[in-house]
């Protein structure tokens, strides 16, 4: 089968309809290839919770928050802390320009094709309490009306509209196995088409081949997405030297099709790829008790105040808050030798501060349902939540704190808990507690994230002591290691093409979304500020659409 385009787009993600919607804008002729069916249409981002980064924006105002380039750029880098000279030449750049699409025309691009924002703007990433290290000086994360896939039907329509006028063809179901290379540039693709699917979105698929195919164009472009689905890839690129030991056991929020794939294959055509060795995992993962994929983790987006236990009673020390650090988080609990932790929190900290990441936990933004919003109020009411605690594994409801270790012990038999120790922490917090004025760090981080309005009215307890029986029952989480982005990737110049690994420019091929790192092989670095993923696949599948139309012939 062989099929002719101005661009073939590798990828149906956000990143890919971005950047075909950019194409069709100018007039050129598109096709998308995807080895999943077209119920996928939109990858990962339909599963988003479809927070922004966005920088001194309207919604900031309004709450009173003072954001600006400078701050953004100094809190992006510090974050980052790009330290290798070849790999992340281009990441900086990349960076430099995101958080300037953030600051400038990111929202209002957004806008004009229809996505909106709620008023409120969350603290997502706090960081380790320094000014110049990791976290978000103030609050930047923008909440989408109508989550992940409002910000897919938001590219998705426009693009389908545009197929409907002979502008772009989806084949679906057809697997890329190699980048076609003539005369040093890249001028197509070859690989399998799979049998017919009807599995529904994010479910695993047949790979049995019915057939082969071949495509040819003016240039590719790779949107395919990262690694996180592949467990084999993920440990084998495992940084033990900052992440500690490859944990034996984890959890996965992506489809297994998100298998890294393409990251070999451009690799194999000449194609720099680097930084693989970054990547973005939350130490905060419930099994989920209905998964779509396999061993499908859901991440515990909480606020500041549970009391979080490594897997031996031990409270963690600070600054590994919840909703601070991560990456510093994570690295904690392995060096533990454990896979897993605890939060311990009252029914009061539950209600207000318990939340879930993803478009399907969040019925009430992805489904635009205001009433349903009030529920926000108490979560433990929302259906996706009270869901987890009447059927989920990992979670544990007692009266008292004796009842409630010994629940926990039933549930990790091998790594018991000494309830004397479980004890001692909670009631030393408690003497905190007791108090206005304390030295605990915990507390005077709830106590700051309560000075912003919006988190002290919706989101966050006010500091209460964890034993006492009034704010009850006591509720505990075990949490997994949850494996979610690939912060590296296929390096791009400021155009998104594709570089060798001598630095010169790749004829023909080009990459964006998370296959590139969301720019320049890794525009994150070591450390994401949260609400830049999305962001990231719409800034460099829009950056590569509209190089892509302007340089071809």
Request: charged share 25%; proline share 6%.
């Amino acid at each position: 089968m062989r099929d002719t385009a101005d661009v073939i787009v590798v990828g149906a993600g956000l990143a890919g309809l971005v950047a075909t919607l950019e194409l069709t804008r100018a007039g050129r002729r598109v096709v998308v290839v995807d080895q999943e069916n077209e119920a996928n249409l939109g990858g990962q981002a339909y599963w988003a919770e479809g927070g922004l980064f966005l920088v001194n924006s309207p919604e900031q105002r309004l709450a009173g928050v003072k954001d600006s380039y400078e701050l953004a750029l100094s809190d992006w880098l510090a974050s980052a802390g790009f330290d290798r000279e070849n790999q992340d030449r281009w990441a900086r750049r990349w960076a430099e320009a995101y958080v300037h699409f953030a600051a400038e025309d990111k929202r209002s691009y957004l806008y004009r094709l229809g996505l909106r924002l709620l008023p409120v703007v969350g603290w997502t990433e706090r960081g380790r309490g320094t000014a110049t290290g990791h976290g978000n000086s103030v609050p930047r994360f923008h909440y989408t009306w109508g989550s992940g896939p409002e910000v897919v039907r938001t590219f998705r329509k426009p693009v389908l509209d545009a197929a409907g006028r002979g502008l772009v063809t989806f084949h679906h179901r057809h697997r890329v196995d190699e980048l076609i290379v003539e005369g040093g540039a890249a001028v197509g693709v070859r690989g399998a088409v799979l049998e017919p699917s009807r599995a529904p979105r994010g479910v695993p698929s047949s790979r049995e081949e019915v057939g082969e195919f071949e495509m040819r164009a003016q240039a590719v472009l790779i949107t395919s997405g990262g690694m996180g689905g592949n467990l084999d890839l993920v440990r084998a690129h495992w940084p033990t030297d900052r992440l500690g030991p490859v944990p034996a056991s984890m959890l996965t929020g992506v489809p297994a099709h998100v298998d890294g794939r393409m990251l070999r294959i451009t690799e194999d055509a000449g194609g720099s790829v680097v930084n693989l060795d970054r990547m973005w995992n939350y130490p905060e993962g419930l099994k989920n008790w209905d998964p779509i994929w396999p061993r499908h983790g859901v991440r515990v987006i909480s606020g500041p105040s549970p009391l979080w236990l490594d897997a031996t009673g031990r409270r963690l020390p600070p600054p590994l808050f919840p909703s601070h650090t991560a990456l510093h988080t994570l690295r904690h609990v392995t060096l533990k030798g454990h896979d897993h932790s605890w939060f311990i929190m009252t029914q009061t900290i539950l209600d207000r501060e318990f939340a879930l990441s993803g478009s399907e936990q969040n019925p009430d933004l992805t489904g635009k349902n205001c009433p349903l919003m009030l529920l926000r109020l108490k979560k433990s009411t929302m259906g996706p939540v009270r869901a987890f605690l009447e059927r989920g594994e990992d979670i544990v409801i007692r009266p008292t704190l004796p009842a409630l270790v010994e629940g926990m012990n039933a549930l990790t038999p091998e790594a018991p808990l000494e309830y004397a120790r479980v004890e001692r922490e909670a009631a030393a917090r408690d003497r905190q507690a007791a108090n206005d004025y304390y030295k605990d760090m915990q507390l005077m981080s709830v106590r700051n994230a309560r000075s912003y309005l919006p988190e002290r009215l919706l989101r966050i307890a006010a500091p209460h002591r964890l034993l006492d029986p009034a704010h009850g029952p006591l509720i505990a989480a075990r949490l997994h290691l949850l494996i979610r982005k690939t912060l590296g990737g296929v390096q791009t110049n400021l155009d998104s093409q594709v570089l060798r690994p001598d630095g010169q420019d790749f004829a023909g091929l080009y990459a964006a979304g998370e296959a590139a790192g969301f720019g320049g092989g890794g525009v994150h670095g070591y450390n994401a500020l949260e609400g830049g993923f999305l962001g990231g696949c719409v800034f460099s599948g829009r950056t590569a659409g509209r190089a892509l139309a302007r340089d071809l012939a």
